[in-house]
């Protein structure tokens, strides 16, 4: 067997003090993420950010930064997954698109509204971008390096 790790991406979005995420649904239960969703192929990281947030909140996302790489081992899954998180801004929702269909809705919470969700939180990965963003972590974005041969 072939040991795989899935990329991801996600977006920390701060408004005034609060927070952009997601509600969906994982196996029956409502859980909270930011919008975030895996690498396609072909596409690059920045690519796939903009997508994922715009197909989870009909909202266009500019990347400011990355926050950070974050490697989550899922023991119970045998899974690994390597997260691109990148703060950034959006834009308003645009009218009448449809979010993803495990999409239930978005969210704008506060810190203290997101720690007390913690176990309906998709994974620790959730709030370690959100303090790592609040703690002023940012790589610039041309550290990235999308090449083709």
Not at 2 to 9: A, E, G, H, K, N
Not at 22 to 46: C, K, M, T, W, Y
Not at 132 to 147: F, R, V
């Amino acid at each position: 067997m072939v040991w795989t790790p899935r990329v991801t991406v996600a977006a920390v979005i701060e408004r005034e003090g609060r927070f952009l995420l997601v509600e969906e649904v994982i196996d029956g239960e409502p859980r909270f993420n930011q919008p975030a969703g895996h690498l396609e192929p072909g596409e690059s990281l920045l690519e796939a950010v903009r997508r994922e947030v715009l197909e989870e909140t009909a909202r266009p996302f500019e990347p400011l930064g990355l926050v950070g790489v974050y490697q989550y081992e899922m023991a119970h899954k045998r899974r690994t997954y390597l997260r691109f998180c990148f703060a950034g801004t959006v834009g308003e929702a645009e009218p009448g698109r449809a979010l993803d269909e495990e999409i239930v809705a978005t969210h704008w919470l506060t810190l203290e509204e997101i720690e007390r969700r913690r176990e309906r939180l998709r994974g620790p990965m959730v709030l370690a971008c959100i303090r790592d963003h609040l703690q002023g972590a940012a790589l610039p974005l041309d550290s990235l390096h999308s090449l083709t041969a």
